[in-house]
């Protein structure tokens, strides 16, 4: 409630009495990423929030919030991909400068530990309207005469910006360019976005993987399904819909591979939401039936594709907009996480 100005309390640890005092992280967070092979780091970059950043405005370890608008610092994300050996993914501010691009690419190039490849993407779904971003990628498109059509306009300036990122990170990894997988996203939905963003000026001459988000169940509520509430009609859905994305997939990996690339997922897993009925959405996820489906859903990828797939994500609670975490909070019983 106080404290001396002339002689102010001093080092504060929030940790509990038992937890060593150098960890840098959690044992338990530890535990609960290891085992993965890559970590996307989207959501701690607070990509979506789209702000302006600078080098000199960015977090740093020291930054008290580490999540805010502004996301994790990368020292954080490195020494985490470190610790727990693990590839990390970075998705990049799209209102970054080449400084920070250059100065963060060098970070990751300098203490990432040996053996470990670095993902780099443009930003996130820089397509999907619900985010800023493609927007701001429009506009800029159109006012840079990319294109007149608006889709054509958004794809095209996201390929000219990720390139020019792509080419930033080539210069810092040029002597070990096999430490760095330069990202290319597109919808799952739509191959023939991922042509046209291929295609457009030298995109296919500085990129190393495509990826998509084959998300199944997406329609699970959709139009006459909307007020369905049997599990096992759900079920059947949501069985018959791995095979409906994963279709999908192949023709993006066809695009790809006809460039002489990987295909991959930086997203991927069930995709249920019904706004109105969250416990529906609950009992959905944590039924056992959905342990057999992601079985069948990984197991297909990998005799399909048989690369990457990035589930999205580890850990979040189940509430209107999806229930997207493996599992629901940390220290969860595993008979109630049939995903994880």
Not at 253 to 279: F, L
Request: aromatic content about 12%; glycine content about 6%.
């Amino acid at each position: 409630s106080r404290t001396d100005v002339a002689d102010p309390v001093r080092q504060l640890d929030c940790r509990e009495k038992t937890a060593s005092a150098t960890a840098r992280f959690s044992p338990a967070f530890l535990a609960s990423v290891r085992g993965y092979k890559v970590l996307r780091f989207m959501d701690w970059q607070s990509t979506n929030a789209n702000v302006a950043v600078t080098w000199a405005t960015r977090p740093q370890l020291l930054t008290q919030n580490q999540a805010s608008k502004m996301g994790a610092s990368v020292e954080y994300m490195v020494a985490l991909a470190n610790e727990a050996g693990i590839d990390p993914w970075f998705t990049m501010p799209w209102n970054a400068d080449e400084d920070y691009q250059r100065r963060f690419a060098t970070y990751v190039r300098d203490n990432l530990a040996p053996g470990r490849k670095a993902y780099v993407e443009m930003s996130n779904e820089v397509w999907n309207w619900s985010f800023p971003v493609t927007t701001q990628a429009k506009n800029e498109g159109l006012s840079m005469g990319l294109a007149t059509n608006e889709a054509e306009a958004l794809l095209r300036r996201y390929a000219q910006k990720s390139t020019w990122m792509h080419k930033i990170w080539s210069q810092v990894f040029a002597s070990d360019m096999k430490r760095l997988v330069r990202v290319i996203a597109t919808q799952n939905a739509n191959p023939w976005a991922a042509e046209q963003v291929l295609k457009f000026e030298d995109t296919a001459q500085n990129f190393d993987a495509l990826a998509t988000a084959p998300y199944f169940g997406g329609g699970t509520f959709s139009g006459s399904r909307a007020a369905i509430t049997d599990l096992t009609n759900i079920f059947t859905f949501l069985d018959a819909d791995i095979d409906a994305v994963l279709a999908k997939a192949a023709q993006n990996k066809a695009v790809a591979t006809r460039y002489g690339k990987r295909y991959i997922a930086y997203e991927g897993g069930q995709h249920v939401v019904h706004a109105s009925n969250v416990e529906l959405v609950r009992s959905i996820n944590r039924d056992p039936r959905m342990y057999t489906l992601y079985q069948r859903y990984l197991a297909t990828w990998k005799a399909q594709i048989g690369d990457a797939m990035t589930l999205y994500n580890n850990t979040g609670p189940v509430s209107q907009w999806g229930a997207w975490g493996l599992r629901e909070y940390a220290g969860q019983p595993i008979a109630e996480t049939p995903k994880l």
